[in-house]
């Protein structure tokens, strides 16, 4: 059989005399031979098979229908009905079956619902029964035939439920698709009850729809509850009623048409043609719901949990309690081994579950998701990150949750489904829940149910641990056996729990257990006999709620959330500190609101329907859990099973019940959200930061090299394309061959991002960027100022070719379109697909205010795109409103990646579109919820791959040009994305990066700390990016891009395009779950499923027909007006629906001339009759006055820029204009300016998004006014429900002489007054004079004649926010009026009091003492009364406090440190700290310990010391040693460091361990078990004793060996006792001792000790020799007396003060003239133990030349500043002397002798450095620049060359070339077995810090090795770390 064209049959059936038992033989007949004739692998569909209609369809369009069916061409051939419907496929592939009407039912829209539909169809089949059908029924199942589409399925279950259901059409359609009645304030009680009543039988089939549907007696349509489809019919004289999406499809004399309307929202239309009657909508229902008793029914049957709580003794409804189990640190999370079991984290608690409590809402996140994906994540993720939720975009619109609040609800009936056929009371015995969260006592109540018969039963879901990973299955096969059984059993509700877990069982994940149950009892035809109830743990997050119910829970209560958040509480954490049920309430409404905003994002407004629905994809898990658990979820990639699963909760269990005695003082946080060290890899992490901005900032191609290996890591643990690599058989060609860099990068763009999000200075700075490398910007959806784009200047060119057009039409004007070189439609963006956003009113300065055409400081919404973008159909009309708006601009459409994406860029491409954008879900500076960035859209691999191949499977691949965005940053993505499809390439965080973003993820809060995501001007003025850095970038990725090519012997980046046979899957070799992923589809070549395609994109040109436009033919008339040679022209025509955006062309070439200037008024006047097209008047310009004797359709006046638009009806018609509609939907979207008078009714979303035009009309639709920002607006008639939701601007004036629009309006953000102000009164009488003549309109007339009596009735609708903004600018103009005064010496002031102001300003003191600039405490907090942590970094200056007065310390051996002054203004330090979202203090660059500096600083702030230690003592054994000698490499990488004084980080650290001290909080924690094993550590400096401490805790018998006679080694004898006590050390030496390790000193192993003999009587040996060898300085003169190791010197003098009797005067500095070579802290320390020894003179040389003041192009932020600095040696002798110690650029040429032996002096000469053309600095004697100075003591200060020799001789230990112990990289394991190497030893000469790292990690490394896992902490303090 051709697939093009059917074998069609008719078939006649005779049968009983008894037409309804005829009927039901027939439908039995037809429906048993479309289950069974298929199983036959025949194709086979039977259109009707009806007694009363006969249905003619196919894969025709409706010209072809008439010549393809015969019988309608024959004139005799009559019917009284007739429902045609034509429209293309969009969201599934075309086919004859596919094609409407269906048997009962055409449907123009989409069923969201649909799978949870289908689902529940069937599960009903297990309690349905029929005394009509009998035992026959069962040949009607399954009800919902296999293969429909979503109208195949309605059609399915309305038949069923007329044929055997008991309903006649009109009420089964209303049950399946009910009004949004919940919410109604204004609907009847027995509607209500009715649709109450049929909630409890069935669930809605939810989403916008329009349903017409015929049985041959009835016809009629229904609108789906939020008015998402086009409805419009016209009733004549001779009682025909014509019915269509649009008027103007039938030519009728206006004379005859009586009626002219429109369906509204959730309402019926309904021709009996038996009675011949046009039944109304309320007619209808108010019949339906009088049937039966329903609401006696619902009052007497239905049960409440209030009800069911009252029926419980009380005492039985006390919770479980939990015993915390004792530890030894005292972190409350830490005693409950639930909190790692289930994955809660501090940073979860913190950003996710505390916000939804305090604010009743989801907390904020931005700048995308860079973590990696589930499935490749090795940090135990949970199986909700799994899933990604599903989004509408195309075929469907999102909602608005919170505008249009009046279509959503979240009550569920729960609990046992009666007999849907039967309509009955029955219906009603079901438990009715507002909202699905349920708490404690509400879950313990329905454990305990014994009331109407109702009983549960509780099932656990845990298995065992000693089963280990196979126990999983049979474990969830038992909980599906036991829910069966209790089904069976009777029971109504089955409660899961995961209460049983402890430290042998382990818990099922809640998603596995509630989706295997779901489907298992739908399998068993049971799920209807029990509700399903969840006790878990597990859930707390917005996604995870949504997943259980979107898998078929009922509810859940999350009993881990509760019990946490009153444990906070109980610890004092808790600010306010609610009560249990004040957490409650805020928990479940903050879950309320995101459940609700998830279900939106799918256009899904029921939580009844949503349930079981299954709207996500799975991305990463194996078809077995599929098929089990979430049976018909499309998961792509295969991925784990159940035994990976298993592992991971076995993982988590682990952690969790461990017995060992783990190095842990806090929950762990492996960095989710915000990157951490030792955690999750994040594709921007702090090193691909650095080094792309060295890159770019330098064109620095070493750093991009580095930039792109970093970059290249990252991907392969994050991303999909990082399991790729390229494959070739052509051999490599030389790169001169490829296309030029130059050309590549023309496919660039950059992303979506808004002025408005980002800074003006960062926008205008991207657009250069891209105009000068021939790419393109973006505006995002804010606009665009005229100057911008009218300023050329090919350098500095800041106009955006590509403008973006998205639903809040910010600034989208006729000129704004015009001056465009495409025009894209954002459908969805990737950070948080399907919803909307909100820029707040702080945020929206002057500047925003004039781009976006709206009022600064008003607040401005962008809604989801549910407006003129709500299926493909007006998606289509968008797109030829734009092409018409601007023919010579490129239509694009930006979807984002989702399973379905390839059909629906199918349907794009047939509306014409010409480019389309897949983004991928993890991009967007945008704000968002973390549920959105986290959970929703795929990556852009999986939608590009299925994009292209599905356009080129349709042939379309050739009309597209393909782009690919989001997280794209190296030439190596770019070439995948081109293999997977794509042409271009989009670039948004990397660009953002190159001119300063440092990923703070601080953009929603305004903060952004290099002027890139903020409006903040003082941040503004902080903004140092400059195009050139893009510029740079994008040129040296080009490069790579060209790297790439040449090896695979590819001479453009075109011939990759779509070779997929390039790509290999390639997984990540560290990772097991990656090499379980399947990319088969992904890699499937796109010519394989249809050979000899076109598919280079553009290269086949999509026809729109334009100049055919009846514009042209006004253009024509109208070219000497524009050209300015006539003044005036007035044309008359004629136009009907064919005639679309009638007016935008010509407004195209007026606003080329013109720009948004218009021309003058009154210039072009156009009178037409007739039916307008869609989009009539669409972005009308200035000077075109365009009159309308007729109707129109929908978006009339979209976009209206300054034209006038007048409609009024033929002047013959017979109705009153009043009661009649004359446009349609969305009237005046986004009119920035201009008049618009409509004579009638206006439908759904009059004047939404208007932003500055003046419209009247004599009646609106529901949500009027919406998102309204500016302009006037004036009805004069009815309105409907939910006028002026999200109206933030403009007025609205309402005659509401019914007394009605108070029910009707939505009042969340608008106040409503009387007509009070004249400006008002007067406004409103010469508007309706202006409206009267212009349209003749009756009502206004009345009005005006009436004005005295009639006034009353005006209603003023004003916005707050528009008040204050109001307010606010009326005060500013009154203050410049006030400040003018006063300088035009307008007013008087007392000149005695200014005088006596500046004599007291003049007697301060100059010089204010140390401790006075310091305020304790007590006066910080009165003084600043509450501290602001937001903005602190601005409103605080850094301490300078940190040093004790240099006048008195440098006469002192005490420390130098202000220990009491520094503690007293930590508060305010603290608030400086920015809780960076990547942390760059804890970075390479930064912390080597992986500090978790962000953390202690806040809890510094809250005054929470103790947890501040605790997240100190995590990373850091000994914050005492750096917090005092540490020169803070972490505040060289501190963000606030890049334009401002960094935090004091170094400060805070070791306030919080003296603290601790001082409170006695540190005590001895021997290890509370020994594991038998022996370690000896050789050397107690930094590393030695830090590896000693691990090792101890870990239960080693620990010895250390240290040759000096005390432990401490350089701490104690290397570092002066003015820098770090020696008490301070001694302090740590005893407590380690008390803590069971053994130090024996004086003995120096490898020469008193052999270390053979140490390693044989140990299990391990840890070296921590330290670098002792000192670099020497071999010149002439060097055995004179008087020259000493820096080192000798300080020891020497440590140990007299330690009262160690020794000869010391030879290496004293006292009344000498000391030189110290050399600089750095060892350095500074000679100057400042010489000082006080009472040197002379004291002389430092450096050879190098003194640093910059500020950072030079080599030394980028964050490496360590290589600047100019005055430690506290230098301040002290520049004190003393008058001078800064310190020489530059000096060398040392030879020691002078005395005579005697001792020195007397140096011989030096300068010298100076300059690059050669490698790079390399070499340095050249500076001749005649010798100089001799004299001194008595030198001092070598020149760092070491590595470890002493005698152990590693005698171990013969390999050595690396630079003369350290070799290890292998990162690991500590030298070349001899068991012994290993730790500190400088090991890396050579660093810091103190580096070796307490190294000391750290070296003990990790023993412990794994000695005992196969450990329990110590890897980098970053984190336990638990996947070992590699």
């Not at 030519?251 to 048409?257: E, F, K, R, Y």
């Not at 007026?1150 to 972005?1179: H, Y």
């Not at 309706?1328 to 206004?1340: I, P, W, Y």
């Amino acid at each position: 059989m051709p697939h093009s064209k059917w074998f069609c049959v008719q078939v006649f059936v005779t049968g009983s005399s008894d037409l309804a038992e005829f009927q039901r033989k027939v439908y039995l007949l037809r429906k048993f031979s479309s289950h069974n004739i298929p199983k036959k692998n025949l194709r086979y569909y039977i259109s009707t098979l009806s007694t009363e209609t006969i249905v003619y369809k196919g894969q025709l369009n409706p010209r072809q229908l008439w010549k393809y069916f015969l019988d309608l061409e024959n004139p005799e051939y009559e019917t009284h009905i007739s429902l045609i419907h034509s429209r293309f496929s969009t969201n599934t592939f075309p086919s004859w079956e596919r094609a409407h009407p269906k048997r009962v039912l055409a449907h123009n829209g989409e069923i969201n619902t649909l799978r949870g539909n289908v689902n529940l169809m069937r599960a009903r089949e297990g309690v349905m029964h029929s005394q009509v059908y009998g035992d026959q029924l069962k040949k009607l199942y399954p009800v919902v035939e296999e293969g429909m589409t979503d109208s195949g399925c309605v059609d399915n279950a309305l038949e069923f439920l007329c044929m055997a259901g008991g309903r006649e059409l009109p009420e089964a359609i209303m049950t399946m698709v009910p009004e949004a009645w919940q919410n109604d304030k204004n609907m009847s009680a027995e509607k209500k009850a009715f649709y109450r009543w049929s909630a409890f039988a069935m669930e809605p089939w939810d989403g916008p729809a329009l349903l017409t549907f015929c049985d041959g007696r009835y016809v009629g349509a229904i609108l789906d509850r939020n008015g998402l489809r086009p409805s419009r019919f016209y009733v004549t004289k001779d009682n025909v009623m014509y019915m269509a999406s649009e008027v103007g499809v039938i030519d009728l004399p206006s004379a005859d048409v009586v009626q002219k309307g429109r369906l509204k929202p959730g309402r019926m239309l309904l021709v009996d043609t038996e009675s011949k009657s046009f039944m109304r909508d309320d007619v209808i229902k108010n019949h339906l719901a009088g049937l039966r008793p329903v609401a006696k029914w619902l009052q007497e049957q239905t049960m409440s949990l209030d009800e069911i709580k009252k029926s419980c003794d009380p005492a039985s409804l006390a919770p479980p309690t939990y015993e915390l189990r004792e530890i030894r640190h005292d972190g409350w999370l830490l005693k409950d081994p639930r909190i790692p079991l289930f994955g809660y984290t501090m940073e979860i608690i913190n950003m996710l579950v505390l916000p939804m409590v305090k604010e009743r809402k989801e907390a904020l996140g931005s700048m995308g998701n860079d973590a990696p994906l589930a499935c490749l994540s090795r940090y135990n993720p949970l199986i909700f990150d799994y899933f990604k939720q599903c989004f509408a975009q195309v075929t469907n619109p999102p909602i608005d949750p919170f505008r249009e609040k009046i279509v959503m609800s979240l009550a569920c009936p729960v609990g046992p489904e009666a007999n849907i056929l039967e309509p009955s009371e029955a219906q009603c015995q079901r438990l009715w829940l507002e909202q699905p969260l349920l708490s404690l006592t509400d879950l313990q109540a329905l454990k305990v149910v014994n009331h109407r018969g109702w009983k549960s039963k509780v099932i656990d879901i845990v298995f065992p641990l000693d089963a280990g990973e196979d126990g999983l299955v049979p474990a969830l096969q038992s909980v599906c056996q036991q829910a069966a059984e209790a089904a069976n059993q009777g029971y109504q509700l089955i409660i899961l729990s995961d209460r049983s877990v402890g430290a042998n069982n382990v818990p099922i994940p809640s998603l596995l257990a509630g989706g295997a149950v779901h489907h298992h009892l739908i399998e068993q035809k049971l799920r209807l006999k029990v509700g399903i109830i969840l006790e878990t743990g597990e859930a707390r997050e917005v996604h995870h709620i949504c997943t259980l119910l979107g898998y078929g829970v009922d509810a859940i209560c999350p009993y881990l959330v509760y019990e946490t958040i009153s444990r906070l509480r109980g610890a004092g954490l808790l600010d306010p500190p609610l009560s249990d049920d004040e957490v409650f309430d805020s928990y479940q409404a903050a879950c309320a609101r995101g459940i609700s905003k998830v279900m939106a994002k799918m256009g899904i407004s029921t939580l009844h329907s949503y349930k079981g629905a299954q709207i996500f994809e799975a991305l990463g898990l194996h078809n077995e859990v599929v098929n089990m658990c979430f049976r018909g979820t499309a998961s792509r990639i295969g991925g784990v099973t159940f035994r990976e699963l298993a592992t991971e909760a076995l993982s988590r269990h682990k952690l969790a019940y461990r017995l060992e005695d783990t190095d842990e003082y806090i929950e762990m946080n492996p960095g989710l959200y915000h990157w951490r060290d030792g955690g999750e890899q994040h594709m921007n992490d702090p090193l691909t930061l650095a080094n792309l901005q060295d890159a770019a900032k330098n064109n620095n191609k070493s750093a991009y090299g580095k930039f792109t290996e970093s970059a290249w890591r990252s991907a392969m643990k994050c991303s999909l394309r990082g399991q790729l690599d390229f494959t070739s058989r052509d051999g490599p060609i030389d790169v001169a061959e490829v296309e030029p860099a130059s050309e590549i990068v023309k496919r660039f763009c950059t992303g979506a991002m808004s002025f408005g999000s980002i800074s003006m200075e960062a926008h205008t700075s991207l657009a250069i960027a891209m105009n000068r490398i021939g790419g393109k910007s973006n505006t995002g959806e804010g606009g665009e100022n005229a100057d911008r784009y009218l300023n050329e200047d090919p350098q500095f060119n800041k106009r955006s070719k590509i403008k973006q057009v998205a639903s809040g039409r910010f600034g989208v004007t006729s000129s704004y379109l015009t001056h465009a070189d495409e025009l894209q439609i954002k459908m969805a963006q990737g950070a948080k697909p399907g919803e909307g956003g909100e820029l707040p009113g702080h945020k929206v300065s002057k500047e925003i205010a004039k781009t976006r055409h709206s009022i600064p400081g008003v607040g401005l919404i962008s809604p989801p795109p549910h407006h003129d973008i709500y299926s493909i159909e007006d998606l289509a009309e968008l797109i030829y409103d734009l092409k018409c708006s601007n023919p010579n601009a490129r239509i694009s459409v930006k979807l984002v990646s989702e399973a379905g994406v390839g059909i629906i860029a199918a349907g794009v491409a047939k509306g014409k579109a010409e480019h389309i954008t897949i983004s991928g879900h993890d991009g967007g500076t945008g704000a968002s919820s973390w549920t959105g960035i986290k959970n929703a859209g795929l990556p852009w691999e999986l939608g590009i791959s299925e994009t292209h191949q599905t356009l080129v499977m349709n042939d379309l691949r050739s009309r597209i040009v393909l782009q690919a965005d989001g997280q794209i940053r190296s030439g190596r993505d770019v070439v995948v994305a081109a293999m997977l499809g794509a042409d271009e390439y989009g670039f948004s965080t990397a660009p953002l990066i190159t001119l300063g973003c440092t990923m703070m993820r601080k953009c929603h809060l305004n903060t952004c700390p290099v002027g890139i995501a903020t409006q903040d001007p003082v941040l503004r003025a902080k903004f140092a990016g400059k195009p050139d850095y893009v510029v740079n970038y994008l040129f040296l990725l080009a490069e790579e891009i060209r790297d790439i090519l040449a090896k695979l012997g590819k001479r453009s980046l075109q011939e990759v395009i779509g070779c997929t046979e390039l790509l290999k899957f390639s997984p990540d070799p560290e990772n097991h779950k990656a090499g379980l992923l399947d990319f088969s589809l992904i890699l499937k070549n796109a010519l394989t499923i249809r050979p000899n395609t076109e598919i280079l994109g553009g290269s086949v040109k999509q026809i729109f027909d334009l100049d055919k436009r009846l514009d042209y033919q006004v253009l024509e008339k109208c070219r000497n007006v524009i050209d300015g040679k006539e003044k005036t022209v007035t044309l008359n025509m004629k136009i009907g629906n064919e005639d679309r955006t009638f007016g935008s062309t010509l407004s195209y070439y007026i606003s080329k001339k013109t720009v948004e200037d218009g021309l003058p008024k009154g210039s072009i006047n156009i009178n037409l009759t007739g039916s307008g097209g869609q989009s009539f008047c669409a972005f009308l310009a200035g000077g075109v006055h365009v009159t309308l004797e007729g109707d129109a359709n929908d978006y009339v006046g979209k976009g209206l820029s300054g034209g006038e638009v007048v409609i009024y009806p033929p002047k013959d018609s017979p109705f009153d204009s009043v009661n009649n509609v004359i446009v349609g939907n969305v009237v005046l979207y986004g009119a920035t300016a201009g008049k618009a008078f409509f004579r009638g009714q206006t439908a759904e979303r009059f004047c939404v998004r208007n932003s500055g035009a003046i419209a009247v009309s004599e009646g609106c639709g529901d949500h009027g006014c919406e998102y309204m920002t500016g302009g006037r607006v004036l009805i004069i008639g009815l309105t409907g429900r939910n006028f002026a939701a999200g109206m933030s601007g403009g007025l609205a004036f309402i005659y509401d002489k019914e007394r009605r629009f108070d029910s009707m309006c939505n009042k969340a953000s608008v106040d409503l007054e009387s007509l009070e102000l004249d400006e008002d009164s007067d406004f409103i009488q010469n508007l309706l004079k202006e409206f009267h003549e212009k349209t003749g309109s009756v009502r206004a007339l009345d009005i005006l004649q009436n004005w005295a009596q009639e006034k009353q009735f005006f209603i003023k609708v004003f916005p707050r926010e528009y008040r204050r903004a109001l307010q606010e600018m009326a005060e500013e103009e009154a203050k410049k009026v006030a400040e003018n005064e006063m300088i035009n010496g307008g007013v008087d002031g007392d000149e005695e009091d200014d005088e006596e102001e500046v004599i007291n300003e003049q007697k301060k003191p100059a010089v204010v003492d140390i401790e006075e600039t310091i305020p304790n405490a007590t006066q910080n907090l009165k003084k600043l009364e509450k501290l602001d942590k937001l903005r602190g970094f601005m409103k605080y200056d850094r301490a300078s406090y940190q040093y004790r007065d240099v006048k008195t310390r440098q006469k002192d051996w005490k420390e130098i440190y202000n220990h009491k002054v520094v503690k007293d203004g930590l508060k305010v330090q603290a608030a400086r700290c920015m809780d960076c979202g990547v942390p760059f203090c804890q970075s390479h660059d930064g912390c080597p310990l992986s500090n978790i500096i962000p953390k202690w600083n806040d809890l510094i702030f809250r005054d929470d010391w103790k947890e501040a230690l605790n997240q100190l003592l995590q990373t850091n054994n000994f914050p005492e040693f750096t917090g005092r000698v540490c020169p803070a490499p972490c505040e060289g990488a501190c963000v606030l460091g890049i334009n401002s004084p960094p935090v004091t980080i170094k400060n805070i650290e070791c306030a919080i361990i003296d603290h601790a001290f001082e409170m006695g909080w540190i005590k001895p924690e021997p290890p509370l078990t020994r594991t038998g094993k022996k370690v000896a550590v050789i050397g107690s400096g930094p590393s030695g004793l830090a590896a000693a401490a691990q090792l101890n805790k870990a239960g080693h018998t620990v010895t250390v060996y240290e040759r000096n006679d005390r432990p401490g080694g350089l701490l104690r004898y290397g570092i002066p006792t003015m820098k770090l006590d020696k008490d301070v050390v001694q302090r740590r030496v005893d407590l380690m001792t008390q803590e069971g390790i053994a130090f024996v000193c004086g003995q120096e192993v490898g020469k008193d000790l052999p270390a053979t003999n140490i390693l044989a009587e140990n299990d391990a040996m840890v070296l921590a020799l330290g670098a002792t060898y000192p670099r020497d300085l071999p010149i002439p003169g060097r055995n004179l007396n008087g020259i000493h190791y820096a080192m000798s010197f300080l020891e020497s003098w440590q140990k007299v003060q330690h009262g160690n009797e020794l000869d010391y005067l030879k290496v004293y500095a006292k009344d000498k003239d000391v030189v110290i070579i050399g600089g750095g802290d060892t350095g500074c320390d000679c100057i400042a133990t010489s000082l006080r020894q009472g040197a002379k003179s004291i002389t430092t040389f450096e050879i190098l030349p003194p640093p910059p003041p500020t950072r030079a192009s080599s030394n980028p932020w964050p490496t360590w500043p290589r600047v100019f600095k005055l430690d506290y040696g230098h301040e002290e002798v520049q004190l003393k002397f008058g001078k800064d110690p310190r020489i530059f650029n000096i060398k040392s040429t030879e020691f002078v002798d005395d005579g005697n032996g001792n020195v007397k002096g140096i011989k030096t000469m300068k010298v100076e450095w300059t690059k050669d053309k490698a790079g390399r600095w070499n340095m050249a004697d500076v001749p005649g620049s010798e100089e001799f100075i004299k001194c008595d003591m030198v001092l070598l200060a020149m760092g070491f060359l590595g470890p002493e020799k005698k152990i590693v001789d005698e171990l013969k230990a390999k050595l690396d070339p630079r003369g350290n112990l070799e290890t292998p990289q990162n690991k500590y394991s030298t070349s001899i077995p068991r012994v290993y190497a730790a500190g400088d030893c090991r890396r050579g000469q660093s810091l103190v810090v580096w070796a307490i790292s190294e000391g750290r990690q070296a003990a990790r490394q023993v412990d794994l090795d000695l005992m196969g896992s450990t329990c110590l902490a890897g980098p970053g303090g984190m336990v638990y770390q996947p070992e590699s």
